[in-house]
Every structure is written in structure tokens, then in C-alpha cells.
């Protein structure tokens, strides 16, 4: 008797390698003991939320015997957190964008999943370039969508002219994650607005709209102050997915939002499209101690110096173990160049080393790996020697 459909069984075949080797790090935990495990799995943030959220959780525990203190909410959010949020976003993308433009959601992927919903029909495509966050394909595959990976240029810049290849009459979205999760590349203006142009093109070519989703849940983490261009402003069919999972360390709150370019005509429709997916996917709102929260606390971020210092520590230690990278821009992960070509087997030399690290195939750039750098500077420092040992190891 089949339980779950063909397409599930194939998907937990293929499960989430970082979540398998955060569930390896809790065995070697066990065996070893935390502190010599070197786990650089899984991206969730250590460092405790600003002190305004201590400050607001007293305030809202204080009232929660007031009727309705966590009732039920408007699908696009609460009206005083829509209101903030416009402050916030008009800040960062550089223009004004009215809080009608606004939905709260479960989270970045909440907003993800909530706009293809509204926009992808069976059979259409998203562009995203390659390495990427491994859940985009199961988010477009969701409503029917197809993900359709274009590679970046060896330094993960963008490859404009592959990007215009793969555009088809079926391309609906392209989705572009700046700064970028694994890389922490961040896109150049002149990359956008070429990506821009592309599609434009495509659009008066095929004769239906082509969205950008910007994905930038790592916006605040730009640690040499390069441009972070608005795409809002680039691009009108654009609709910026952020989150609070970073800046504020409230991943497990699951709270983020979609806002929509005030440059799109009848974005008001998009918008109600938003508001009643964010409901039929069974979110109905986006969880109210978190909009309470973001109501008071928009405006506060956690320490950048920490992981800035973190970033640092981390490009050391592959220094010395002879190991090839990139420097990330921005976000909080390093996507380091494999010192064996299957970097599987790097991966198995590292864990040997009680070192966890996510292999490059499942963010669909094989021969590289992902090391996520929200954990301590002991834990950083201390895997040097380890990084050391598993590279020598494989190059014999």
C-alpha cells in the first residue's frame, strides 16, 4: 500500500544533505563531546537577538492577559507592522514604498512560496544562477514550477549572457538571492540592471511578465560596504522577499515579507493575490508575537563586527589549509573550492576531523562546498588543524 506519492518518495531519497549533516554533528557531539566538533552545517544564527527584543517580549507578556493579545490578524499583517515595515523597506531599496505594497509572511520562505503560488502556473520556469539555496527547486515545485539553474562565472558573478539564453516563453521568474547563500556574492548594479534589460526584452518578445524575486534575508550582512543595489528600483516587475531570521537571530519566529515595486502597474493586484495565498497555504497570518515584535524592533539588527570577525577567522583557517575561496561579500557562509575534484570525498576526510561541512552538488555547483560561519571564533580557530589534516589527507 503506497503511503506518499511517487515524487515524495524521490524527494526524501534525496533529503536535505544539511540537514543530514547537522543530524551526523548531534552524534559526533554525543561522542566527543560540543566543543570538539567543528559544525559549520547548518546556517542558524548564534548570537542572541538585540536587547529591544527582551525589552518588547516583557512588553507584550505584560499585556497578554488583554482579550485578543494574540488573536487572529489581517492575512497581509497587522496594519502598524505593514506601516513599519514601508519605513524600513523604502530605506533600504531607495524609494518610497507605501505600506499597501506589503505582505507579512511565515519567513522568507513563507513570501517565497506565498508569490509563486500567486504567479506560476504548470510547466513555467524559474531562472536562478548557480550555486543556489537548495529548497528554490522544491518552492517552484510546489505550484508546478520547474527551477532552471544557470551557472555563475568562477567567481560567482553573474553570467548575463547565459541567463538571456535560458529565458523561453515559459519563464516566469527569475529569482536572484543577493548576498548570496552559499557565496555571499553580492550582484553589482550593472549585473542587475543588465539582468533587467534581458528581461524586458523577453517580456515584449513573449508577451507576459517575467517577476524578479530578489531573496535578501542577508541583506544587513554587507561586511565591505558594497553596493546592494534596489531591485525595486531597477526592475518593475520586482518583489523583494526579506526576513528577520538574521538580522534580529529569530529564525524559529518565522516572520519575513514580500514587498512589490511601486513602479508596477496594478501592483494592487499582485499584492491581493499575496494577501489571499499567504491565507489558502495555511499560514493565515504570519505568527503575531513575531509582528508584535518586528512592530517594536524593525529598526535593530544584531552585531555585523561579530561576523565580520567570524568571516575573518574563517578565510584564515583556509589559508592555511591550502584551501581555494572566494571572499564573501556578505551572508554568513564561505563556498570554498574542493581540494579533490568529488568533494564528497573531502566532505567524509573532514567528518574524520569531526568537521562538518555541506557538499557544493546540493546547491548545484559540484566540486565546492559550503561552510556556514554563524558559530563561535573558538569553534572557527579551533578547526584549523583539523581543516589541515582532512586536506592533506585527500591530496595524497
Known amino acids: 500500500m503506497q503511503l506518499v506519492t511517487d515524487e515524495m518518495k524521490g524527494f526524501l531519497g534525496n533529503s536535505s544533505m544539511i540537514r543530514k549533516m547537522f543530524e551526523a554533528g548531534i552524534e559526533l557531539k554525543r561522542q566527543y563531546g560540543a566543543d570538539n566538533v567543528y559544525d559549520f552545517s547548518l546556517g542558524n544564527p548564534d548570537l542572541p537577538p538585540p536587547p529591544e527584543i527582551k525589552a518588547a517580549m516583557t512588553e507584550l507578556a505584560a499585556a ?70 537548495v529548497e528554490y527547486g522544491f518552492y517552484a515545485g510546489n505550484f508546478g514550477g520547474k527551477l532552471k539553474p544557470v551557472r555563475t562565472n568562477a567567481d560567482f558573478s553573474l553570467d548575463i549572457a547565459a541567463i538571456a539564453a535560458a529565458v523561453t516563453g515559459r519563464t516566469r521568474a527569475v529569482i536572484l538571492n543577493s548576498p548570496n547563500n552559499p557565496t555571499g556574492r553580492i550582484y553589482s548594479r550593472a549585473e542587475l540592471e543588465a539582468v533587467a534589460a534581458v528581461l524586458r526584452r523577453a517580456r515584449e518578445k513573449f508577451g507576459r511578465m517575467i517577476y524578479i524575486v530578489a531573496d535578501e534575508p542577508y541583506r544587513f550582512l554587507n561586511f565591505d560596504g558594497a553596493e546592494i543595489p534596489s531591485m525595486l528600483d531597477i526592475y518593475d516587475g520586482a518583489a523583494v522577499i526579506g526576513s528577520f531570521s538574521k538580522s534580529l537571530s529569530l529564525p524559529g519566529e518565522r516572520i519575513g515579507y514580500v514587498a512589490v515595486s511601486p513602479k508596477l502597474e496594478n501592483a494592487a493586484e499582485l499584492v491581493a493575490a499575496l494577501t489571499l495565498t499567504n491565507r489558502i497555504l495555511g499560514f493565515v497570518n504570519a505568527p503575531v508575537v513575531a509582528q508584535k515584535l518586528i512592530a517594536k524592533c524593525w529598526d535593530c539588527q544584531v552585531d555585523l563586527e561579530v561576523y565580520r570577525r567570524r568571516r575573518n577567522a574563517m578565510a584564515e583557517v583556509l589559508t592555511g589549509a591550502g584551501i581555494e575561496f572566494v571572499m564573501p561579500q556578505g551572508a554568513f557562509y564561505f563556498f570554498p573550492k574542493s581540494p579533490t575534484p568529488d568533494e564528497k570525498v573531502f566532505i567524509a576526510a573532514l567528518l574524520k576531523e569531526r568537521v562538518l561541512a555541506v557538499p557544493g552538488g546540493g546547491f548545484g555547483l559540484p566540486g565546492h562546498f559550503r561552510l556556514a560561519f554563524c558559530v563561535s571564533e573558538r569553534t572557527i580557530t579551533a578547526s584549523a588543524e583539523s581543516f589541515r589534516r582532512a586536506a592533506a589527507a585527500v591530496r595524497k
Request: aromatic share 8%; net charge negative.
Open 64 to 133: 497578554s492577559d488583554q482579550p485578543f493579545a494574540f488573536g487572529y490578524m489581517p492575512n497581509a499583517g497587522d496594519p502598524a507592522v505593514r506601516q513599519a515595515l514601508a519605513r524600513l523597506v523604502s530605506r533600504e531599496q531607495g524609494l518610497p514604498v507605501p505600506a499597501e505594497n506589503l505582505v507579512i509572511t511565515c519567513g522568507a520562505a513563507g513570501g517565497i512560496n506565498a508569490l509563486f503560488r500567486a504567479v506560476l502556473t504548470p510547466g513555467d520556469e524559474v531562472i536562478c544562477p548557480a550555486p543556489y539555496f
